[in-house]
């Protein structure tokens, strides 16, 4: 953990905002970005082909998403590839439109077509920092036009932002006349995080942002991001597909499958005491990261989700839950908070009560305990 240096007047948030906070510090309850309902789907294929095969010819990437985002906080979105979070993040950062529900930030109700100054504030860093920078700019030239463009600084304090960005993201100042293909990927996910933090986001949604790297260096990569929450105060929402790498860096953990939130809880509770049977299906293909999800057998779930052209009725989960009852194939359940604690969230009827034993006839052999 770095302290937060007195120096350099590098790009924070555009609010002067509540002092940082470290991973371990408070963080106040206000949501800075908040979903509330939020639908995504895409049109896909044709209308007879959908007849002839029953399905939908709407692809419902994201199905209905409540998310609160807090001022300071690192939220991480996990999820099997394909349960719709790199649609929800362009949602959020206002790169694909909504077709339902309420997109907030900072108390307000974003509009669908956001104004200039508005996706300023929520920045995001991709998968595959290549095809996201222009091969033909210098990273110098490539800044420039960054600041230039949306104002953020003067002409005359152009060249000065550039280098500390740079060096912010662990590069240096020579950098700056380098083209991207000239960097490893490491770097050039620098470059991209220093493009970002060029607009002075208050929100910072990286999307994958280590995956396509070698392991060596994605922890080098989300080293740099936790210290620049630590330094700049910047909110960040991390979606990765494995729950270890975000162990270390987020507040609270968000899991999402096939389109929905499903869980929600402060991290060290996501591994300790997971409440929604899909979450403990992922802890259960890392066990050796979750003693207790290892202990109590069980199992990591098994086959591929059902596309979202097919949601299953009632719980979108139960076509591969262990322990479903015959009421979730009619009753679809509502992400709700557990009795005894307000920050721990779960979308399954039986999350925070016992299965009933007498009913106790799913679809699998295991009786739960
Ligand atoms: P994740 O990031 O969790 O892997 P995505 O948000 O990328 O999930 O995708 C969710 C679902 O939406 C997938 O089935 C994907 O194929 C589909 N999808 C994503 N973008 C589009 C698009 N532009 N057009 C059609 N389908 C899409
Ligand atoms: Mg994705």
Request: glycine fraction near 8%; proline fraction near 10%.
């Amino acid at each position: 953990m770095t302290a937060a240096p007195a120096g350099p007047p590098v790009p924070g948030p555009t609010a002067p905002g509540p002092a940082v906070p470290g991973p371990a510090a408070l963080v106040p309850d206000e949501p800075l970005l908040s979903a509330s309902g939020v639908a995504v789907s895409f049109p896909v294929g044709s209308q007879l082909t959908a007849r002839i095969r029953h399905e939908e010819r709407l692809l419902r990437a994201v199905d209905g998403v409540d998310l609160e985002l807090r001022r300071g906080e690192a939220l991480a979105l996990v999820g099997e590839s394909g349960s719709g979070k790199s649609t929800l993040a362009l949602a959020l950062a206002g790169l694909v439109p909504a077709n339902r529900g309420e997109i907030r930030f900072d108390g307000r109700v974003l509009p669908a077509r956001r104004a200039r100054a508005d996706r300023r504030r929520i920045q995001m860093v991709f998968q595959d920092p290549y095809s996201s920078l222009n091969p033909r700019l210098t990273v110098g030239g490539m800044l420039r036009e960054l600041l230039r463009v949306h104002h953020v600084v003067t002409r005359g304090q152009v060249a000065a932002v550039s280098a500390e960005l740079l060096t912010r993201v662990g590069l240096s100042e020579a950098d700056l006349s380098a083209y991207p293909r000239q960097f490893s990927g490491g770097q050039r996910q620098r470059v991209a995080i220093a493009r970002a933090l060029a607009l002075r986001p208050d929100v910072l949604v990286a999307d994958e942002p280590v995956s396509a790297l070698d392991v060596s260096v994605q922890a080098t990569i989300l080293n740099l991001l936790q210290d620049l929450r630590n330094d700049l105060g910047l909110t960040l929402l991390l979606i990765s597909h494995n729950l270890a790498v975000v162990r270390h860096l987020c507040d609270r953990v968000a899991v999402m499958y096939l389109g929905r939130i499903v869980e929600v809880a402060p991290t060290e509770q996501i591994f300790s005491d997971p409440r929604h049977p899909y979450t403990r299906g992922l802890l259960a293909a890392i066990p050796r990261l979750t003693e207790s999800a290892a202990d109590d057998g069980t199992p990591a779930i098994a086959g591929d989700p059902p596309s979202p052209l097919r949601i299953p009725a009632g719980c979108r989960f139960r076509t591969r839950c262990p322990m479903a009852q015959p009421r979730c194939e009619h009753e679809d359940p509502a992400l709700v908070t557990s009795p005894g604690d307000p920050g721990h969230l779960a979308a399954c009827h039986f999350a925070f009560v016992p299965v009933p034993a007498t009913a106790a006839s799913g679809p699998e052999k295991k009786e739960q305990p």
